[in-house]
């Protein structure tokens, strides 16, 4: 047992070592990065000076620090990693969840994807999950245009989005052609929870004989719905219903139904 405990310190004090060793390393290498980084941005500036200076032009001293700032702030490969892998884009408008590590980046990352990234004009940040009655999300507003209203195309249907007010998601794409391949000629379909009339919409683009009623309780999901079904010119083939999805089956939809989505 004398030998095990013996072991165990030699063994820990061994590690002491290898971890105060590696730590001392950490903090030189950092040292001497910061030591060098006023170096590469006075180098980075003088390049450019040079290359400014070439092209026989006038510069506004002012607003070429302010580009040069901008440029050395870009993201590295390190923090781009820390970005949530995948965000969505709906129509204009990109909604992007930004970890608390890079908030003070936000808005250079929202000008960047509006920069590179065509149809993006707008650039929300996700502050919440999806929550409530009416499934919505707590949308921040970081860049571009001050407008969550959108136009989606999907399956060769066209759609206005309302990404804060209302619930929309473009992951569920697949889905939604999934489904609508499923229906049979002349069928009569209850959707519980329609939303904007994505589903309801594209199940009656693919299957003309059909009848569905797209029931929501949100008024701007019931509005927005309205306009989506004339815009696809699916008036009488899909019902918009404003109200609960139990309520009105239970008073107007009871036993009408061959299927009901929820």
Do not use: W
């Not at 590179?116 to 929300?124: D, G, L």
């Amino acid at each position: 047992l004398q030998n095990i405990l013996t072991f165990r310190r030699d063994e820990g004090l061994s590690l002491e070592k290898e971890f105060q060793l590696r730590i001392g390393n950490i903090r030189h290498y950092m040292t001497e990065a910061l030591a060098l980084d006023p170096e590469r941005v006075q180098a980075i500036k003088d390049r450019l000076q040079t290359a400014i200076s070439e092209l026989k032009v006038n510069v506004d001293e002012n607003r070429f620090e302010q580009e040069l700032i901008y440029y050395l702030e870009k993201l590295d490969i390190t923090e781009l990693e820390k970005l949530s892998s995948s965000f969505d884009i709906i129509g204009t408008i990109a909604i992007i969840k930004i970890p608390e590590t890079l908030s003070s980046k936000k808005k250079l990352i929202a000008d960047t994807l509006i920069e590179e990234i065509k149809p993006v004009k707008t650039v929300f940040c996700q502050l919440s999950a999806i929550e409530g009655d009416y499934r919505l999300r707590k949308l921040e507003l970081i860049s571009g245009e001050n407008t969550p209203i959108t136009i989606y195309r999907e399956h060769g249907c066209t759609f206005k989005v309302d990404v804060i007010n209302t619930y929309f998601s473009p992951r569920l794409s697949t889905e939604r052609l999934r489904i609508s391949k499923l229906i049979e000629p002349n069928e009569v379909i209850v959707n519980m929870f329609g939303g904007v009339g994505t589903f309801s919409i594209i199940i009656s683009h693919s299957n003309k004989s059909s009848k569905i009623y797209s029931i929501d309780s949100n008024p701007m999901a019931h509005d927005i719905c309205r306009q989506n079904i004339e815009i696809n010119k699916l008036t009488g083939k899909v019902i918009p219903i404003l109200g609960d999805a139990k309520e009105e089956i239970y008073n107007k939809l009871r036993g009408i139904a061959t299927r009901v989505l929820m």
